[in-house]
DNA sequence: AATGTAGTCAACCGCAGGCAT
DNA sequence: CATGCCTGCGGTTGACTACAT
């Protein structure tokens, strides 16, 4: 903000700014390809690269990073991007998640420069209006059921969950992956109740919350993980340790949108 | 063909949270 | 328990490119 950057060939404190050289991306790669991705502060002293470890890191996850998917934002993920700002706001890395591939800053530029500056498409309204309106109707109706159940069973509870973990609060935003896992492993659908039913967004978020259903019902560890729907989830985010982190904050959040209730919400 | 404008992308900064000491 | 360091996130900026006039 202050001061021009003049990007290009500076060198500040010693450390080097502005674009990267190819070069510099090769020690980089050839750096996370020996040791991992982390302790970024030490891939200056490992590679003798002037720059600092937040730049690394900034690069390697914006730009290097194997799995990024280049190219235009596709309708399918232009729609999801919105309604998941619907829910969650600017929170770009939590929806980056929902999107293999793409990065935080990919979706905040993108969001910027299209819906930022006051000319949001008419698409883009109807599907933020009718995402809206579905999440409206479907927690009515699993409000409903729920009442329904209980009056059916009288306090039994749903599910085989041995668990407690505090789970009596489960909302209704959170009751829905467990639904959800539960009919995924007897091969049905049931998520696009869950999300929305616009054909081309099941097509594409199919693979994710498949690997997200697979990961919670406990088989995603083997040569199961990220293959229905005719699609596969790739690999990346179907195997990774952190992946149930990932994917079970997501759902986490969705209960936090909706309840407020501040992640009290612990499925598995 | 030259110039102006808008859009896109890559990189920086500051801040906050988590973790180790 | 307090402190310092590291990492990740969101906001912002500036360069580059594409398109319109």
């Known amino acids: 903000m202050e001061g021009p950057l003049g990007w290009g060939r500076q060198e500040v404190d010693g450390w080097r700014k502005g674009p990267w050289t190819s070069q510099e991306d090769k020690l980089l790669v050839e750096h996370v390809r020996q040791h991992g991705e982390g302790r970024w502060n030490s891939v200056s002293k490992l590679t003798g690269l002037k720059r600092s470890g937040k730049s690394c890191r900034l690069r390697w996850v914006n730009y290097l990073r194997p799995d990024l998917k280049r190219g235009k934002i596709t309708p399918q993920e232009e729609s999801i991007i919105v309604q998941l700002h ?10 980056a998640r929902s999107l293999p591939g ?21 698409n883009i309204e109807r599907a933020r209006a009718r995402f809206l309106k579905q999440r409206q109707e479907m927690q009515r109706s699993q409000k409903q059921q729920q009442q329904d159940e209980n009056e059916e069973d009288g306090g039994a509870r749903a599910g085989t969950d041995d668990d407690d973990r505090g789970s009596a609060v489960v909302d209704d935003a959170c009751a829905a992956p467990a639904v ?26 199919c693979p ?21 729907c005719g699609s ?37």
């Open 232 to 268: 596969t989830a790739s690999e990346e985010y179907g195997s990774s340790e952190e992946d149930g982190a990932t994917w079970g904050s997501l759902w986490n959040l969705e209960g936090v949108v909706v309840d407020d209730g501040a992640g009290a919400c612990t499925l598995w």
């Open 102 to 122: 793409r990065t935080d800053n990919e979706i905040k530029n993108y969001w910027r420069t299209h819906f930022k500056k006051g000319k949001p498409s008419k």
């Open 208 to 228: 994710m919350s498949c690997a997200l259903l697979l990961h919670g019902a406990g088989v995603g560890q083997g040569g199961a993980a990220g293959s229905c």
């Open 180 to 205: 959800v896992a539960a009919d995924e492993a007897s091969g049905g659908h049931r998520h696009e109740d869950l999300i929305m039913q616009d054909d081309a967004m099941m097509d594409f978020m």
């Open 86 to 95: 619907a829910l969650w706001g600017n929170r770009w890395s939590t929806i």
